[in-house]
């Protein structure tokens, strides 16, 4: 789209608002403070924020203690496979006496 395109169509959407705000009645007041005054009230009975938010907090809590735990698992298998790797002869020594005193 060019610019002189766009100029084009908001000119003409500019005649046709023009058009239909000419013959356009006023805003009803009484109306309006009406429909304002029934949507408040839908809008109050529909929502319900007191129920919702507790069990969103319990998921988010419950989602944290999970991540905690993961992750004190994965670091707890990390240091032991970091620690058997160090010493990694001996325990071969250790269990082979095992063996030979059971046999």
Same mark, same amino acid.
Do not use: H, Y
């Given at each position: 789209?060019?610019?002189?395109?766009?100029?084009?169509?908001?000119?003409?959407?500019?005649?046709?608002?023009?058009?239909?705000?000419?013959?356009?009645?006023?805003?009803?007041?009484?109306? /309006?403070?009406? &429909? #304002?005054?029934?949507? %408040?009230? $839908?809008?109050? *009975?529909? +929502?319900?924020?007191?129920?919702? =938010?507790?069990?969103?907090?319990?998921?988010?809590?419950?989602?944290? /203690?999970?991540? &905690? #735990?993961?992750?004190? %698992?994965? $670091?707890?298998? *990390?240091? +032991?496979?970091?620690?058997?790797? =160090?010493?990694?002869?001996?325990?071969?020594?250790?269990?082979?006496?095992?063996?030979?005193?059971?046999?």
């Amino acid at each position: 789209m060019t610019p002189n395109e766009k100029q084009w169509d908001e000119k003409r959407l500019a005649a046709l608002f023009a058009a239909v705000d000419a013959d356009a009645p006023p805003p009803d007041e009484e109306f /309006l403070d009406r &429909l #304002a005054g029934q949507s %408040a009230e $839908a809008f109050q *009975a529909g +929502a319900s924020p007191q129920t919702q =938010l507790p069990t969103r907090r319990r998921r988010m809590f419950v989602l944290a /203690l999970r991540t &905690l #735990a993961a992750t004190a %698992a994965a $670091a707890a298998v *990390a240091i +032991a496979c970091f620690w058997s790797s =160090l010493f990694k002869d001996d325990s071969a020594v250790a269990f082979e006496n095992v063996l030979e005193k059971v046999a």
